[in-house]
């Protein structure tokens, strides 16, 4: 006898990263959407949720004067899934976001995988901005990927070079269609870094708590991500993110 596929488990957001001195009143959150695998009903790695920490302790640092609270999500199953695909799990988060804080702004942040969820899952009304990290993105043209959506959020994609697991060519010409839906797109490429962005990881996340804080909080960004959001294709896509980002003065 057969025996029956067991139910997958509910989304469920991770507890709130905070560090010492935060706000206690939360005015923007960042959802964290981590990597996964092209098709799999498995249950998500517990090691794709602590990959996110690091970053998620950085952003909350970064934000902790603004009212900034990070969560990780944690998906239904690993894989990008009809019926169970993180796009689903991401808005899920973002209405779990506003019953939980009311009217912020929210701002999706997605590697691999979750880069491509965090890029569909925008639409949603809470979200504001949009950072894709290395965004997987299938070579599918005759069923491009959304842009329409965009409109009236900022975007941030971040790819670098030698990823040999998610195309940078595939988030250029992505870049590029959202880009000409809407104006607020850049994207930045780390020249010799892979997929999982170790090389720079330093200066991509000072990139990151730059971007989420400018399209949160309205801070001014530093002048690189200025540049990029006002410069014409294909240089405000092809952005160079440089050694040292995140050390000097902000402008």
Same mark, same amino acid.
Do not use: K, L, M, S
């Given at each position: 006898m057969a025996q029956r596929a067991l139910p997958l488990p509910a989304a469920r957001l991770g507890r709130a990263v905070h560090t010492a001195g935060a706000t206690p009143e939360v005015s923007g959150v960042v959802l964290l959407l981590p990597d996964g695998e092209t098709d799999s009903r498995r249950r998500p790695s517990p090691l794709s949720y602590a990959a996110q920490l690091p970053l998620a302790r950085t952003l909350a640092g970064a934000g902790r004067e603004d009212g900034l609270a990070v969560h990780v999500v944690r998906y239904r199953s690993r894989g990008?899934? !009809?019926? %169970?695909?993180?796009? !689903?799990? %991401?808005?899920w988060a973002a209405d779990e976001v506003v019953r939980r804080y009311g009217d912020v702004p929210v701002c999706l942040v997605g590697h691999g995988m979750g880069g491509r969820a965090a890029l569909r899952g925008a639409g949603h009304t809470a979200v504001n901005s949009v950072l894709a990290m290395a965004p997987w993105l299938p070579d599918e043209p005759d069923e491009p990927e959304p842009v329409k959506h965009l409109a009236g959020r900022r975007v941030l994609m971040v790819h670098g070079t030698n990823d040999a697991r998610s195309s940078p060519e595939l988030s250029y010409r992505l870049a590029e269609r959202a880009k000409k839906a809407n104006r607020d797109t850049c994207r930045f490429e780390v020249h010799s870094d892979g997929h999982a962005l170790r090389q720079h990881r330093s200066e991509v996340m000072a990139l990151a708590a730059d971007f989420i804080r400018g399209s949160l909080f309205a801070r001014s960004y530093a002048r690189p991500v200025a540049d990029a959001f006002a410069a014409p294709p294909p240089l405000g896509l092809r952005m160079p993110l440089a050694a040292g980002f995140g050390r000097s003065l902000r402008h």
């Open positions: 990008w899934n !009809a019926g %169970a695909d993180p796009v !689903a799990d %991401a808005q």
